[in-house]
Each structure stands twice: as C-alpha cells, then as structure tokens.
C-alpha cells in the first residue's frame, strides 16, 4: 500500500509568518511530487510541482525535496490570510497520484 | 488554455436512484481522466482513471461505474445510489507531466 502521510493540523501561523508543511511518502520509486491548495468546499488546485532534490522556489512558494529521506516539504513565506485553506501532498510513482489528507493551514491576522 | 467541466454542481438524490456525471476537457486532446472522491473532512479517493477512449482502470470495487465515450468525455454512474455514495465528486485531467487539474466538482447529497 503507497502511502502518502501529512500531519491534518491545524497549523496555526500569525500573519507574515513561514508557513512550514511537511509530507512523507513510503513509495520508493516515486518521481514526480505535487501540492494542492483546496479552499473549503472547493476543489484542490495545483500550485507547485517538483521533481528533483533540492528546493524550487516560485513566488512566495518554495517546495523541498528530499528523496533519500522520502520527505517533501513546502514553505509558504510571508504568510496571508488568504492562504488559509487545506494543503494536499501528491506523490506519483508507477501508480496514479496518491494523495495525502491534507494540512488545515490557518493565518492568523 | 485547457478548462474542464463537470455538471451538475450540486445533487440531491434519494437511495436507489440512479447517477450520471459528466466531465468534460478543453484546449487538449488524449488527456488521462480520472474520478476521485471526497467524504466529509476526508481525503481524496481515486475511483476510476482512463488513459484513452473506452479504457477504464478501476480502483475501488463499488457500485459506480465509469465511461470514457470520447476523447475528452468521462462519465460516472450508478444504477443505484447507497448512502454512503453521498460525497464531493471530483473530475482532474492530466498530461505526460501527470500534473492533475481538477475540476469545479459535484456535491452529492443521497438521501
């Protein structure tokens, strides 16, 4: 079973502040990683993707990954209210996506 | 640009009724398909993906059932609804990169 782990939260960070989410995976052979931001009772949209160690940074978004250790991790900097919402992890190896369940990200103003 | 589509919104339906969603894909063509979904506070449940005409991978045995009548159509039924068929339906589409893009959803009320 490819397992995808995230920790539900809620994180809480005031605003202005990094954002720090973290995400583990157990398939070895996994290549590709993504993170989805999903607004309550919307559906997920894509805001980063990485494939290789080490970090990708775009805009105030920054995605981190480490295949050794099996973790990929994103930071949001400068952190606004607006980017409260629940943050998905995919990870695609030789199956579909898997998801994790998502960490409920809450910007405190 | 690449826009998909799903209809209706939103759904309320009695148990033992039937089900029918539709997804429609934009600005693309052989894209793979899928149908995911989400209970209540839950993570996403892969229910079906297609990577061309008529090809249908199953991922959960239940009483939904998938078709892919066109290239970038993909429809989920069901003969019968249950109540725990009750959730938020979601249609992505993807390319090569296997980037997923979702789209609006269907929230399914069964009752």
């Known amino acids: 079973q490819k397992e995808v782990e995230q920790n539900s939260g809620p994180l809480s960070v005031p605003e202005g502040a990094i954002a720090s989410l973290n995400c583990t995976y157990s398939?070895?052979?996994?290549?590709?990683f993504f993170w989805y931001r999903q607004y309550s009772g919307k559906s997920p949209e894509l805001i980063m993707s990485?494939?290789?160690?080490g970090d990708k940074e775009d805009g105030r978004f920054t995605a981190q990954l480490n295949k050794a250790s099996q973790y990929v991790s994103l930071l949001i900097r400068d952190s606004q209210p607006s980017d409260s919402a629940t943050y998905l992890c995919a990870v695609k190896g030789n199956t579909p996506l898997v998801f994790g369940k998502g960490t409920r990200l809450s910007v405190i103003a | 640009s690449q826009t998909i589509h799903q209809w209706p919104a939103t759904l309320v339906q009695p148990v033992g009724s039937p089900l029918s969603l539709e997804c429609t894909v934009e600005g693309t063509s052989n894209p793979n398909l899928y149908w995911y979904r989400q209970a209540a506070g839950r993570g996403l449940q892969l229910l079906f993906y297609s990577v061309g005409i008529g090809q249908i991978s199953s991922e959960v045995p239940q009483n939904l059932s998938a078709s892919r009548p066109q290239d970038r159509q993909f429809i989920l039924s069901s003969k019968k609804l249950l109540l725990s068929d009750s959730g938020f339906y979601l249609c992505?589409?993807?390319?090569?990169?296997?980037?997923?893009?979702f789209g609006p959803g269907t929230r399914l009320t069964v009752t």
């Open positions: 992505a589409w993807s390319g090569q990169d296997y980037e997923q893009y």
């Open positions: 990485i494939y290789s160690n």
């Open positions: 398939d070895r052979v996994s290549q590709s």
